[in-house]
C-alpha cells in the first residue's frame, strides 16, 4: 500500500488554488513535510483523518474498499497496490 502516492493523486485532482503550499498551511506544516507524506507508504490514523478532511475525500473509505477486493480477489492487483508504480 502507498497512500503517500494517493493523497498526492488526490490533491492533484483539487482546484488549481489549492497547490502544495496551501495544503501545508492547511496541515500547519512546512512544504518539505507535505513532500514527505507523498513518499509514505503508512501513515498515521490521525494525520490522514486531517488530510481526509481537507481534501473532503475519506482516504478510509479507499482503504476499506482496497481490503474488501483483496479479501473477495486475492490474486488480483488493487487500486492502492497499482498506486505503488507512479
Same mark, same amino acid.
Given at each position: 500500500?502507498?497512500?503517500?502516492? /494517493?493523497? =498526492? $493523486?488526490?490533491?492533484?485532482? $483539487?482546484?488549481? #488554488?489549492?497547490?502544495?503550499?496551501? @495544503?501545508?498551511?492547511? /496541515? *500547519?506544516?512546512? =512544504?518539505?513535510?507535505?513532500? &514527505?507524506?507523498?513518499? =509514505?507508504? %503508512?501513515?498515521?490514523? $490521525? /494525520?490522514?483523518? =486531517?488530510? #481526509? %478532511?481537507?481534501?473532503?475525500?475519506?482516504? @478510509?473509505?479507499?482503504?476499506?474498499? &482496497? @481490503?474488501?477486493?483483496? #479479501?473477495?480477489?486475492?490474486?488480483?492487483?488493487?487500486?492502492?497496490?497499482?498506486? &505503488? *508504480?507512479?
Amino acid at each position: 500500500m502507498h497512500i503517500g502516492n /494517493l493523497i =498526492r $493523486e488526490k490533491l492533484a485532482n $483539487e482546484p488549481k #488554488s489549492h497547490t502544495v503550499t496551501w @495544503f501545508a498551511k492547511c /496541515l *500547519n506544516c512546512h =512544504r518539505v513535510n507535505v513532500y &514527505d507524506i507523498f513518499t =509514505r507508504r %503508512t501513515i498515521d490514523t $490521525e /494525520l490522514l483523518w =486531517r488530510i #481526509s %478532511t481537507i481534501l473532503n475525500y475519506n482516504f @478510509f473509505q479507499e482503504i476499506a474498499d &482496497d @481490503f474488501d477486493n483483496i #479479501s473477495q480477489n486475492p490474486n488480483q492487483p488493487t487500486k492502492i497496490q497499482n498506486s &505503488d *508504480n507512479h
